[in-house]
Protein backbone atom coordinates (compact mmCIF):
# COMPACT_ATOMS: atom_id res chain seq x y z
CA UNK A 1 0.00 0.00 0.00
CA UNK A 2 1.16 3.70 -0.51
CA UNK A 3 1.99 5.95 2.22
CA UNK A 4 -0.92 8.69 3.33
CA UNK A 5 -0.93 11.64 0.63
CA UNK A 6 0.64 13.65 3.41
CA UNK A 7 3.39 11.41 3.53
CA UNK A 8 4.62 12.38 0.29
CA UNK A 9 7.27 14.94 -0.80
CA UNK A 10 7.48 16.87 -3.93
CA UNK A 11 10.61 17.08 -6.39
CA UNK A 12 10.46 18.57 -9.77
CA UNK A 13 11.98 20.48 -13.25
CA UNK A 14 9.14 22.82 -13.85
CA UNK A 15 8.56 20.55 -16.78
CA UNK A 16 6.85 17.40 -14.79
CA UNK A 17 6.92 16.39 -10.89
CA UNK A 18 7.67 13.71 -9.31
CA UNK A 19 6.46 12.20 -5.28
CA UNK A 20 8.85 10.63 -2.40
CA UNK A 21 7.59 9.08 -0.14
CA UNK A 22 8.92 8.78 3.83
CA UNK A 23 10.24 5.50 3.61
CA UNK A 24 12.28 6.40 0.07
CA UNK A 25 10.23 5.11 -2.23
CA UNK A 26 9.60 7.25 -5.61
CA UNK A 27 5.76 6.09 -6.45
CA UNK A 28 4.59 8.94 -8.92
CA UNK A 29 6.81 10.06 -11.56
CA UNK A 30 5.51 10.97 -14.99
CA UNK A 31 8.26 11.42 -17.57
CA UNK A 32 8.97 13.77 -19.59
CA UNK A 33 6.34 16.01 -18.57
CA UNK A 34 3.19 16.33 -16.43
CA UNK A 35 0.74 15.12 -18.62
CA UNK A 36 2.70 11.95 -19.39
CA UNK A 37 2.08 8.57 -18.54
CA UNK A 38 3.34 7.48 -15.46
CA UNK A 39 6.83 4.93 -14.80
CA UNK A 40 6.04 4.92 -11.42
CA UNK A 41 2.50 3.95 -10.97
CA UNK A 42 3.04 2.71 -7.37
CA UNK A 43 0.80 5.52 -5.98
CA UNK A 44 -2.22 4.22 -7.43
CA UNK A 45 -1.74 0.64 -7.15
CA UNK A 46 1.55 -1.64 -5.61
CA UNK A 47 5.15 -2.04 -6.03
CA UNK A 48 4.24 -4.10 -9.51
CA UNK A 49 2.87 -0.81 -10.57
CA UNK A 50 6.27 0.85 -10.73
CA UNK A 51 8.63 2.20 -7.80
CA UNK A 52 12.05 3.06 -7.40
CA UNK A 53 12.63 2.57 -3.56
CA UNK A 54 16.11 3.37 -1.88
CA UNK A 55 16.15 2.90 1.88
CA UNK A 56 18.28 1.25 4.53
CA UNK A 57 18.27 -2.66 4.94
CA UNK A 58 17.65 -2.70 8.60
CA UNK A 59 15.58 -0.56 11.52
CA UNK A 60 12.50 1.49 10.61
CA UNK A 61 11.71 2.05 6.85
CA UNK A 62 10.24 5.71 7.12
CA UNK A 63 12.93 8.34 7.51
CA UNK A 64 13.31 9.41 11.44
CA UNK A 65 13.17 12.79 9.86
CA UNK A 66 13.33 15.04 6.70
CA UNK A 67 13.17 18.34 5.03
CA UNK A 68 13.76 20.54 2.01
CA UNK A 69 17.07 22.13 1.88
CA UNK A 70 16.61 26.11 2.79
CA UNK A 71 14.08 27.51 0.43
CA UNK A 72 14.31 25.01 -2.40
CA UNK A 73 12.92 21.43 -3.79
CA UNK A 74 15.77 19.49 -2.80
CA UNK A 75 14.62 17.22 -0.52
CA UNK A 76 16.79 15.57 2.38
CA UNK A 77 16.01 12.59 4.35
CA UNK A 78 17.52 10.80 7.43
CA UNK A 79 17.45 7.47 9.30
CA UNK A 80 18.83 7.06 12.18
CA UNK A 81 20.08 3.23 12.43
CA UNK A 82 21.57 1.01 14.79
CA UNK A 83 24.69 0.89 13.56
CA UNK A 84 24.62 4.99 11.69
CA UNK A 85 22.70 7.66 10.05
CA UNK A 86 22.18 7.79 6.44
CA UNK A 87 21.03 10.53 4.43
CA UNK A 88 18.93 10.50 0.97
CA UNK A 89 19.35 13.48 -1.15
CA UNK A 90 16.43 13.69 -3.53
CA UNK A 91 16.18 16.77 -6.50
CA UNK A 92 15.66 17.44 -10.38
CA UNK A 93 17.62 19.67 -11.76
CA UNK A 94 15.69 21.90 -13.77
CA UNK A 95 16.27 20.87 -16.87
CA UNK A 96 18.13 22.02 -20.69
CA UNK A 97 17.24 18.74 -22.52
CA UNK A 98 16.17 15.41 -21.01
CA UNK A 99 14.76 14.88 -17.44
CA UNK A 100 16.80 13.93 -14.60
CA UNK A 101 16.01 11.79 -11.21
CA UNK A 102 18.95 12.40 -8.89
CA UNK A 103 19.30 10.49 -5.93
CA UNK A 104 22.49 10.77 -3.50
CA UNK A 105 23.13 8.27 -0.52
CA UNK A 106 25.06 9.77 1.96
CA UNK A 107 26.82 8.33 4.92
CA UNK A 108 26.46 10.76 7.77
CA UNK A 109 27.80 8.44 10.73
CA UNK A 110 29.03 4.81 11.01
CA UNK A 111 28.06 2.46 8.32
CA UNK A 112 25.01 1.75 7.50
CA UNK A 113 23.72 -0.66 4.54
CA UNK A 114 21.51 -0.33 2.08
CA UNK A 115 19.12 -1.40 -0.41
CA UNK A 116 17.51 -0.42 -3.67
CA UNK A 117 14.98 -1.83 -5.60
CA UNK A 118 13.93 -0.54 -9.58
CA UNK A 119 10.88 -1.36 -10.89
CA UNK A 120 9.94 0.98 -13.92
CA UNK A 121 6.75 0.16 -15.61
CA UNK A 122 5.35 2.33 -18.18
CA UNK A 123 1.97 3.47 -19.37
CA UNK A 124 0.69 3.67 -16.04
CA UNK A 125 2.29 0.64 -14.39
CA UNK A 126 1.41 -1.59 -17.31
CA UNK A 127 4.16 -2.62 -19.13
CA UNK A 128 7.37 -3.91 -18.43
CA UNK A 129 10.49 -2.68 -20.25
CA UNK A 130 12.79 -4.43 -21.87
CA UNK A 131 16.15 -4.38 -19.51
CA UNK A 132 19.42 -3.80 -21.07
CA UNK A 133 22.98 -2.60 -20.21
CA UNK A 134 25.04 0.00 -22.31
CA UNK A 135 28.46 -0.47 -20.78
CA UNK A 136 27.65 0.89 -17.27
CA UNK A 137 24.36 2.16 -17.45
CA UNK A 138 20.95 -0.10 -16.91
CA UNK A 139 18.75 0.85 -19.91
CA UNK A 140 14.77 0.00 -19.69
CA UNK A 141 12.74 0.39 -23.03
CA UNK A 142 9.40 0.27 -24.24
CA UNK A 143 7.32 1.25 -27.10
CA UNK A 144 8.31 5.25 -27.16
CA UNK A 145 10.16 5.25 -23.54
CA UNK A 146 13.26 4.84 -22.71
CA UNK A 147 14.94 5.57 -18.51
CA UNK A 148 19.08 5.12 -18.14
CA UNK A 149 19.96 4.94 -14.93
CA UNK A 150 23.74 5.41 -14.02
CA UNK A 151 25.46 4.79 -10.66
CA UNK A 152 28.20 3.46 -9.35
CA UNK A 153 26.20 0.80 -7.51
CA UNK A 154 25.71 -2.92 -9.58
CA UNK A 155 22.18 -4.06 -9.52
CA UNK A 156 20.80 -7.49 -10.32
CA UNK A 157 17.90 -8.52 -12.71
CA UNK A 158 15.44 -10.97 -11.31
CA UNK A 159 11.18 -10.82 -11.35
CA UNK A 160 10.99 -8.15 -13.70
CA UNK A 161 12.97 -5.96 -11.18
CA UNK A 162 16.39 -4.87 -10.13
CA UNK A 163 17.95 -4.38 -6.92
CA UNK A 164 21.12 -4.49 -4.84
CA UNK A 165 22.55 -4.06 -1.38
CA UNK A 166 25.26 -1.83 -0.96
CA UNK A 167 26.92 0.15 2.11
CA UNK A 168 27.63 3.76 3.07
CA UNK A 169 30.16 5.03 5.58
CA UNK A 170 30.62 8.17 7.03
CA UNK A 171 31.27 10.70 4.59
CA UNK A 172 30.59 8.25 1.50
CA UNK A 173 28.18 9.37 -1.29
CA UNK A 174 26.85 7.38 -3.40
CA UNK A 175 24.91 8.84 -7.05
CA UNK A 176 22.41 7.34 -8.88
CA UNK A 177 20.86 9.22 -12.03
CA UNK A 178 17.42 8.35 -14.09
CA UNK A 179 17.28 10.07 -17.24
CA UNK A 180 14.18 9.45 -19.18
CA UNK A 181 15.08 9.70 -23.55
CA UNK A 182 12.74 9.00 -26.49
CA UNK A 183 13.78 4.97 -27.18
CA UNK A 184 14.80 5.96 -30.20
CA UNK A 185 17.92 8.21 -28.61
CA UNK A 186 20.87 5.92 -28.77
CA UNK A 187 23.32 7.09 -26.04
CA UNK A 188 22.16 9.15 -22.15
CA UNK A 189 22.46 12.88 -21.33
CA UNK A 190 25.63 12.16 -19.01
CA UNK A 191 24.73 14.01 -15.88
CA UNK A 192 27.27 14.83 -13.02
CA UNK A 193 24.84 14.63 -9.71
CA UNK A 194 27.21 16.97 -7.22
CA UNK A 195 27.39 19.56 -10.42
CA UNK A 196 23.65 18.93 -10.56
CA UNK A 197 22.81 19.56 -6.99
CA UNK A 198 24.61 22.28 -6.53
CA UNK A 199 23.41 23.96 -9.52
CA UNK A 200 19.69 23.05 -8.44
CA UNK A 201 19.98 24.43 -4.86
CA UNK A 202 21.37 27.66 -6.55
CA UNK A 203 18.32 27.98 -8.99
CA UNK A 204 15.68 27.62 -6.04
CA UNK A 205 17.67 29.61 -3.39
CA UNK A 206 18.24 32.68 -6.14
CA UNK A 207 14.40 32.18 -7.13
CA UNK A 208 12.95 32.14 -3.94
CA UNK A 209 15.06 35.19 -2.50
CA UNK A 210 12.81 37.30 -5.04
CA UNK A 211 9.75 37.13 -2.84
CA UNK A 212 9.15 40.40 -1.85
CA UNK A 213 6.99 39.08 1.25
CA UNK A 214 8.11 39.72 4.63
CA UNK A 215 5.55 39.23 6.66
CA UNK A 216 4.99 37.14 9.97
CA UNK A 217 4.33 33.82 7.48
CA UNK A 218 7.28 34.00 5.19
CA UNK A 219 8.38 30.29 5.30
CA UNK A 220 4.63 29.32 4.28
CA UNK A 221 4.10 31.28 1.97
CA UNK A 222 7.69 30.87 0.08
CA UNK A 223 6.94 26.92 0.44
CA UNK A 224 3.77 27.69 -1.66
CA UNK A 225 5.59 29.66 -3.84
CA UNK A 226 7.68 27.32 -4.90
CA UNK A 227 5.34 24.68 -5.04
CA UNK A 228 3.31 27.17 -7.20
CA UNK A 229 6.87 27.60 -9.65
CA UNK A 230 7.33 23.68 -9.33
CA UNK A 231 4.16 23.09 -10.85
CA UNK A 232 5.00 25.94 -13.66
CA UNK A 233 5.22 24.47 -17.26
CA UNK A 234 8.35 26.23 -18.24
CA UNK A 235 7.98 25.95 -21.41
CA UNK A 236 4.77 27.82 -21.97
CA UNK A 237 4.05 29.85 -18.43
CA UNK A 238 1.02 27.22 -17.88
CA UNK A 239 0.18 25.68 -13.92
CA UNK A 240 -1.23 22.44 -13.25
CA UNK A 241 -3.49 22.26 -11.20
CA UNK A 242 -1.59 19.33 -9.41
CA UNK A 243 0.91 16.49 -10.83
CA UNK A 244 -1.36 13.94 -9.87
CA UNK A 245 -4.51 11.66 -11.04
CA UNK A 246 -7.16 10.02 -8.86
CA UNK A 247 -6.08 10.79 -5.81
CA UNK A 248 -9.72 10.59 -4.22
CA UNK A 249 -11.56 13.06 -2.72
CA UNK A 250 -13.12 9.95 -0.08
CA UNK A 251 -10.84 7.42 0.44
CA UNK A 252 -12.44 4.00 -1.51
CA UNK A 253 -14.75 6.70 -3.18
CA UNK A 254 -15.17 7.61 -6.92
CA UNK A 255 -14.49 11.38 -6.98
CA UNK A 256 -11.18 10.92 -8.77
CA UNK A 257 -10.14 12.93 -11.36
CA UNK A 258 -7.26 13.67 -13.11
CA UNK A 259 -5.37 17.57 -12.24
CA UNK A 260 -2.42 17.43 -14.66
CA UNK A 261 -3.99 20.11 -16.37
CA UNK A 262 -4.10 24.15 -16.13
CA UNK A 263 -7.89 25.43 -14.75
CA UNK A 264 -9.20 29.32 -15.76
CA UNK A 265 -10.73 29.43 -12.26
CA UNK A 266 -7.15 29.77 -11.30
CA UNK A 267 -6.29 32.57 -13.14
CA UNK A 268 -7.37 35.85 -11.44
CA UNK A 269 -6.14 34.96 -7.80
CA UNK A 270 -2.82 32.76 -9.21
CA UNK A 271 -2.11 35.58 -11.20
CA UNK A 272 -2.33 38.03 -8.00
CA UNK A 273 -0.30 36.17 -5.66
CA UNK A 274 2.32 36.09 -8.54
CA UNK A 275 2.36 39.85 -8.53
CA UNK A 276 1.98 40.29 -4.90
CA UNK A 277 4.41 38.23 -4.01
CA UNK A 278 7.21 39.70 -6.43
CA UNK A 279 7.66 36.94 -9.54
CA UNK A 280 6.37 39.69 -12.22
CA UNK A 281 8.10 37.25 -14.71
CA UNK A 282 5.64 34.22 -13.96
CA UNK A 283 2.84 36.50 -14.01
CA UNK A 284 3.27 37.63 -17.62
CA UNK A 285 4.40 33.91 -18.97
CA UNK A 286 0.89 32.74 -17.06
CA UNK A 287 -0.92 35.08 -18.95
CA UNK A 288 0.61 34.90 -22.37
CA UNK A 289 0.04 30.91 -21.79
CA UNK A 290 -3.54 31.91 -20.90
CA UNK A 291 -4.05 34.25 -24.42
CA UNK A 292 -2.78 31.33 -26.29
CA UNK A 293 -4.97 28.59 -24.84
CA UNK A 294 -8.06 30.61 -24.98
CA UNK A 295 -7.59 32.27 -28.63
CA UNK A 296 -10.12 31.37 -31.25
CA UNK A 297 -13.88 31.55 -31.62
CA UNK A 298 -15.14 32.62 -27.88
CA UNK A 299 -18.21 30.44 -27.99
CA UNK A 300 -15.55 27.52 -27.63
CA UNK A 301 -13.35 28.84 -24.98
CA UNK A 302 -13.41 25.59 -22.19
CA UNK A 303 -13.15 25.79 -18.97
CA UNK A 304 -9.34 24.08 -18.64
CA UNK A 305 -6.46 23.22 -21.11
CA UNK A 306 -3.41 21.04 -21.38
CA UNK A 307 -0.37 22.30 -20.39
CA UNK A 308 0.30 23.17 -23.63
CA UNK A 309 -2.62 24.96 -24.59
CA UNK A 310 -4.26 21.54 -26.22
CA UNK A 311 -7.97 21.22 -26.18
CA UNK A 312 -8.81 17.31 -26.33
CA UNK A 313 -8.16 15.93 -23.11
CA UNK A 314 -10.12 13.06 -23.39
CA UNK A 315 -11.42 10.95 -20.24
CA UNK A 316 -10.61 7.07 -20.10
CA UNK A 317 -9.92 4.55 -17.25
CA UNK A 318 -6.79 2.70 -16.86
CA UNK A 319 -8.75 -0.12 -15.14
CA UNK A 320 -5.49 -2.04 -14.29
CA UNK A 321 -5.00 -0.07 -11.69
CA UNK A 322 -6.71 -0.86 -8.08
CA UNK A 323 -6.60 2.97 -7.40
CA UNK A 324 -5.10 4.62 -4.18
CA UNK A 325 -6.46 3.05 -1.02
CA UNK A 326 -8.87 1.35 -3.58
CA UNK A 327 -10.38 4.25 -4.74
CA UNK A 328 -11.96 3.55 -8.26
CA UNK A 329 -11.73 4.61 -11.16
CA UNK A 330 -8.51 5.68 -11.81
CA UNK A 331 -9.13 8.31 -14.65
CA UNK A 332 -6.51 9.60 -17.02
CA UNK A 333 -7.56 12.83 -19.02
CA UNK A 334 -10.56 14.99 -17.62
CA UNK A 335 -14.29 15.05 -19.49
CA UNK A 336 -15.07 18.10 -17.51
CA UNK A 337 -13.43 20.06 -20.31
CA UNK A 338 -16.26 19.58 -22.46
CA UNK A 339 -18.74 21.20 -19.64
CA UNK A 340 -20.05 24.60 -20.15
CA UNK A 341 -18.92 27.16 -17.33
CA UNK A 342 -19.92 30.72 -17.47
CA UNK A 343 -17.84 32.04 -15.01
CA UNK A 344 -14.45 31.44 -17.22
CA UNK A 345 -15.81 34.57 -18.85
CA UNK A 346 -14.98 36.53 -15.92
CA UNK A 347 -11.74 34.90 -15.10
CA UNK A 348 -10.49 35.71 -18.57
CA UNK A 349 -11.76 39.38 -18.23
CA UNK A 350 -10.35 39.74 -14.31
CA UNK A 351 -6.84 38.54 -15.24
CA UNK A 352 -6.61 40.67 -18.19
CA UNK A 353 -7.82 43.91 -16.46
CA UNK A 354 -5.63 42.95 -13.05
CA UNK A 355 -2.45 42.15 -15.56
CA UNK A 356 -2.96 45.59 -17.11
CA UNK A 357 -4.29 47.76 -14.07
CA UNK A 358 -0.42 46.33 -12.72
CA UNK A 359 1.32 47.12 -15.60
CA UNK A 360 2.92 43.99 -17.40
CA UNK A 361 4.09 44.58 -20.23
CA UNK A 362 2.50 44.31 -23.49
CA UNK A 363 -1.24 42.63 -23.95
CA UNK A 364 -2.22 45.38 -26.01
CA UNK A 365 -3.63 42.96 -28.87
CA UNK A 366 -5.46 40.97 -25.96
CA UNK A 367 -8.54 43.78 -26.17
CA UNK A 368 -9.67 42.38 -29.60
CA UNK A 369 -9.77 39.15 -27.59
CA UNK A 370 -11.87 40.78 -24.42
CA UNK A 371 -14.22 42.34 -27.00
CA UNK A 372 -15.36 39.16 -28.97
CA UNK A 373 -15.61 37.69 -25.41
CA UNK A 374 -18.30 40.64 -24.01
CA UNK A 375 -20.09 40.52 -27.51
CA UNK A 376 -20.96 36.73 -27.02
CA UNK A 377 -21.32 36.59 -23.46
CA UNK A 378 -24.28 39.52 -24.02
CA UNK A 379 -26.49 37.15 -25.57
CA UNK A 380 -25.26 33.66 -23.67
CA UNK A 381 -25.13 34.75 -20.17
CA UNK A 382 -28.57 33.84 -19.20
CA UNK A 383 -28.72 30.69 -19.66
CA UNK A 384 -27.86 28.05 -17.53
CA UNK A 385 -24.26 26.18 -16.82
CA UNK A 386 -22.65 23.26 -14.81
CA UNK A 387 -21.08 25.44 -12.77
CA UNK A 388 -17.82 26.45 -11.06
CA UNK A 389 -17.26 23.01 -9.52
CA UNK A 390 -17.97 20.98 -12.86
CA UNK A 391 -21.21 19.21 -10.86
CA UNK A 392 -22.25 16.23 -13.42
CA UNK A 393 -25.78 17.18 -12.43
CA UNK A 394 -28.23 19.13 -14.49
CA UNK A 395 -27.56 22.66 -15.35
CA UNK A 396 -28.40 25.60 -13.10
CA UNK A 397 -28.53 29.33 -13.02
CA UNK A 398 -25.45 29.29 -10.96
CA UNK A 399 -24.86 32.28 -8.43
CA UNK A 400 -21.20 32.78 -8.88
CA UNK A 401 -21.38 31.97 -12.82
CA UNK A 402 -23.77 34.95 -13.16
CA UNK A 403 -20.97 36.74 -10.71
CA UNK A 404 -18.38 36.02 -13.12
CA UNK A 405 -20.49 37.26 -16.30
CA UNK A 406 -20.52 40.83 -14.03
CA UNK A 407 -17.50 40.91 -13.68
CA UNK A 408 -16.37 40.05 -17.68
CA UNK A 409 -19.03 42.98 -18.24
CA UNK A 410 -17.23 45.23 -15.35
CA UNK A 411 -14.10 44.71 -16.74
CA UNK A 412 -14.93 45.43 -20.12
CA UNK A 413 -16.57 48.74 -19.08
CA UNK A 414 -13.76 49.96 -16.85
CA UNK A 415 -10.93 49.14 -19.18
CA UNK A 416 -12.86 51.51 -21.64
CA UNK A 417 -13.28 54.20 -18.48
CA UNK A 418 -9.27 53.66 -17.32
CA UNK A 419 -7.34 52.85 -20.02
CA UNK A 420 -9.60 54.59 -23.17
CA UNK A 421 -9.84 51.06 -24.61
CA UNK A 422 -12.94 51.05 -27.79
CA UNK A 423 -15.41 49.64 -27.04
CA UNK A 424 -19.76 49.95 -26.90
CA UNK A 425 -19.70 51.21 -23.29
CA UNK A 426 -23.37 52.19 -23.04
CA UNK A 427 -24.57 48.59 -23.99
CA UNK A 428 -21.67 47.23 -21.75
CA UNK A 429 -23.02 49.30 -18.47
CA UNK A 430 -26.67 48.40 -19.48
CA UNK A 431 -25.47 44.33 -19.32
CA UNK A 432 -23.31 45.02 -16.07
CA UNK A 433 -26.46 46.10 -14.48
CA UNK A 434 -29.14 43.73 -16.02
CA UNK A 435 -26.60 41.02 -14.72
CA UNK A 436 -26.41 42.74 -11.15
CA UNK A 437 -30.31 43.17 -10.68
CA UNK A 438 -31.14 39.62 -11.86
CA UNK A 439 -28.59 37.72 -9.30
CA UNK A 440 -29.79 40.08 -6.53
CA UNK A 441 -33.57 39.55 -7.38
CA UNK A 442 -33.12 35.40 -7.96
CA UNK A 443 -30.39 34.76 -6.31
CA UNK A 444 -31.02 36.13 -2.75
CA UNK A 445 -32.67 34.98 -0.34
CA UNK A 446 -33.92 37.71 1.83
CA UNK A 447 -35.66 35.13 4.29
CA UNK A 448 -32.09 34.00 5.24
CA UNK A 449 -30.65 37.19 3.97
CA UNK A 450 -28.10 35.01 2.24
CA UNK A 451 -27.46 34.31 -1.61
CA UNK A 452 -28.07 30.62 -3.02
CA UNK A 453 -26.23 28.37 -4.55
CA UNK A 454 -28.11 28.49 -7.87
CA UNK A 455 -31.50 30.47 -8.55
CA UNK A 456 -34.48 28.90 -6.24
CA UNK A 457 -32.22 26.76 -4.43
CA UNK A 458 -32.31 26.67 -0.77
CA UNK A 459 -28.59 25.26 -0.65
CA UNK A 460 -25.33 27.29 -0.03
CA UNK A 461 -21.90 27.07 -1.95
CA UNK A 462 -18.29 28.47 -0.63
CA UNK A 463 -17.70 30.15 -4.00
CA UNK A 464 -20.58 32.88 -2.48
CA UNK A 465 -17.88 33.87 -0.79
CA UNK A 466 -16.16 35.70 -3.48
CA UNK A 467 -19.51 38.12 -4.49
CA UNK A 468 -17.37 40.80 -2.20
CA UNK A 469 -13.96 39.73 -3.52
CA UNK A 470 -14.67 40.56 -7.28
CA UNK A 471 -16.80 43.82 -6.34
CA UNK A 472 -20.10 42.50 -6.88
CA UNK A 473 -21.61 44.10 -3.44
CA UNK A 474 -19.08 46.00 -0.93
CA UNK A 475 -17.81 43.41 2.12
CA UNK A 476 -19.98 45.94 4.79
CA UNK A 477 -23.46 45.00 2.38
CA UNK A 478 -25.51 43.55 4.62
CA UNK A 479 -26.59 40.40 1.97
CA UNK A 480 -22.61 40.00 1.73
CA UNK A 481 -22.32 39.58 5.76
CA UNK A 482 -25.62 37.62 5.87
CA UNK A 483 -24.00 35.02 2.83
CA UNK A 484 -20.86 34.73 5.20
CA UNK A 485 -22.39 33.91 7.98
CA UNK A 486 -24.50 31.50 6.29
CA UNK A 487 -22.10 29.86 4.72
CA UNK A 488 -19.88 29.95 7.66
CA UNK A 489 -23.25 28.24 9.80
CA UNK A 490 -24.12 25.55 7.57
CA UNK A 491 -21.13 24.63 5.59
CA UNK A 492 -18.30 24.60 8.14
CA UNK A 493 -17.62 21.13 9.38
CA UNK A 494 -14.92 20.89 12.49
CA UNK A 495 -13.54 24.32 11.75
CA UNK A 496 -13.17 23.91 7.77
CA UNK A 497 -15.38 24.71 4.59
CA UNK A 498 -16.88 22.38 2.38
CA UNK A 499 -17.38 23.95 -1.52
CA UNK A 500 -21.10 22.70 -1.30
CA UNK A 501 -23.44 19.80 0.91
CA UNK A 502 -23.03 16.43 -1.33
CA UNK A 503 -25.09 14.74 1.32
CA UNK A 504 -28.68 16.60 0.47
CA UNK A 505 -30.94 15.11 -1.92
CA UNK A 506 -31.01 18.00 -3.94
CA UNK A 507 -27.18 18.45 -4.27
CA UNK A 508 -26.25 19.83 -7.35
CA UNK A 509 -23.49 17.72 -8.38
CA UNK A 510 -25.18 14.12 -8.45
CA UNK A 511 -22.43 12.13 -7.77
CA UNK A 512 -22.29 9.11 -5.19
CA UNK A 513 -20.38 9.18 -1.78
CA UNK A 514 -18.86 11.76 -0.10
CA UNK A 515 -16.03 14.67 -0.31
CA UNK A 516 -13.34 16.19 2.54
CA UNK A 517 -13.61 20.14 3.11
CA UNK A 518 -11.92 21.94 0.38
CA UNK A 519 -9.14 23.88 1.48
CA UNK A 520 -9.30 27.25 -0.68
CA UNK A 521 -12.74 27.45 0.37
CA UNK A 522 -11.43 27.56 4.26
CA UNK A 523 -8.89 30.02 2.97
CA UNK A 524 -11.63 32.40 1.52
CA UNK A 525 -13.34 32.39 4.88
CA UNK A 526 -10.23 33.26 6.46
CA UNK A 527 -10.03 36.15 4.00
CA UNK A 528 -13.61 37.42 4.21
CA UNK A 529 -13.81 36.96 8.33
CA UNK A 530 -10.64 39.53 7.59
CA UNK A 531 -12.41 41.98 5.20
CA UNK A 532 -15.76 42.07 7.55
CA UNK A 533 -13.34 42.90 10.38
CA UNK A 534 -13.19 39.53 12.34
CA UNK A 535 -9.89 39.74 12.18
CA UNK A 536 -8.49 37.18 15.53
CA UNK A 537 -11.19 34.39 13.76
CA UNK A 538 -9.45 35.02 10.40
CA UNK A 539 -6.06 34.22 11.99
CA UNK A 540 -7.48 31.43 13.82
CA UNK A 541 -8.81 30.01 10.74
CA UNK A 542 -6.01 30.38 8.73
CA UNK A 543 -3.38 29.31 11.33
CA UNK A 544 -5.41 26.12 11.54
CA UNK A 545 -5.58 25.97 7.98
CA UNK A 546 -1.69 26.08 8.04
CA UNK A 547 -1.63 23.33 10.80
CA UNK A 548 -2.87 20.83 8.01
CA UNK A 549 0.10 21.31 5.95
CA UNK A 550 2.46 18.06 6.01
CA UNK A 551 6.15 18.46 7.71
CA UNK A 552 7.11 20.12 4.12
CA UNK A 553 4.57 22.75 4.11
CA UNK A 554 2.44 20.94 1.51
CA UNK A 555 -1.05 20.67 0.99
CA UNK A 556 -3.72 18.44 -0.86
CA UNK A 557 -6.86 19.99 -2.26
CA UNK A 558 -9.02 18.52 0.00
CA UNK A 559 -8.89 17.94 4.30
CA UNK A 560 -11.17 14.92 5.97
CA UNK A 561 -12.15 16.25 9.12
CA UNK A 562 -13.47 12.50 10.38
CA UNK A 563 -9.90 10.70 9.13
CA UNK A 564 -8.06 14.07 10.33
CA UNK A 565 -6.02 13.70 6.99
CA UNK A 566 -5.22 14.94 3.83
CA UNK A 567 -7.35 13.94 0.30
CA UNK A 568 -7.19 14.65 -3.23
CA UNK A 569 -4.89 15.75 -5.62
CA UNK A 570 -1.16 16.74 -4.16
CA UNK A 571 0.23 18.93 -3.89
CA UNK A 572 -2.44 21.47 -5.03
CA UNK A 573 -2.26 24.73 -6.59
CA UNK A 574 -5.96 25.74 -5.56
CA UNK A 575 -4.91 24.99 -1.85
CA UNK A 576 -1.55 26.88 -2.14
CA UNK A 577 -2.50 30.23 -3.69
CA UNK A 578 -4.94 31.43 -1.51
CA UNK A 579 -2.65 30.50 1.51
CA UNK A 580 -0.20 33.33 -0.26
CA UNK A 581 -3.03 35.75 -0.63
CA UNK A 582 -4.72 35.48 2.52
CA UNK A 583 -0.81 35.52 4.56
CA UNK A 584 -0.37 38.69 2.45
CA UNK A 585 -3.86 40.25 3.29
CA UNK A 586 -3.28 39.23 6.80
CA UNK A 587 -0.05 40.95 6.90
CA UNK A 588 -1.53 43.66 5.22
CA UNK A 589 -4.65 44.51 7.45
CA UNK A 590 -1.99 44.46 10.93
CA UNK A 591 0.47 46.83 8.51
CA UNK A 592 3.36 44.51 9.34
CA UNK A 593 3.83 44.49 5.72
CA UNK A 594 2.43 46.76 2.33
CA UNK A 595 2.55 45.14 -1.17
CA UNK A 596 3.95 48.01 -3.38
Not at 35 to 41: L, N, P, T
Not at 165 to 176: E, N
Not at 188 to 213: N, P, Q, V
Not at 320 to 333: A, D, N, Q
Request: charged share 25%; hydrophobic share 40%.
Amino acid sequence: MPGRIEDYALIGDMQTAVLVGRDGSIDWACLPDFDSSACFAALLGDEQNGQWSLRPAEGEHRATRRRYRGHTLVLESEWDTPTGTVRLIDFMPPRSGAPHIVRIVEGVTGTVRMTTTLRIRFDYGHVVPWMHRTGAELVGIAGPDAVWLSTPIHLRGHNFAHDADFTVTAGQRVPFVMTWHPSQVEESDHLDAEKALSRTERFWEEWAGRCTYEGPYREAVVRSLIVLKALTYRPTGGIVAAPTTSLPEEIGGVRNWDYRYCWLRDATITLEALIRSGYTDEALAWREWLARAVAGEPQLMQIMYGIRGERRLTEWEADWLPGYEYSRPVRIGNAAVGQYQLDVYGEVMDVLHLARRQGIRGGEHLWGLQRSLVNYLEWCWDEPDEGLWEVRGPRQHFVHSKVMAWVAADRAVRSIEEFGKEGPVERWRALRDTIHAEVCEYGYDPQRNTFTQYYGSKELDAALLLIPEVGFLPYDDPRVIGTIEAVREDLMVDGFVLRYRTDMESSADKLPGDEGAFLACSFWMANALLSIGRQEEARELFERLLSLRNDLGLLAEEWDPGAGRQVGNFPQAFSHVPLVTTALNLATRQGAWRAE
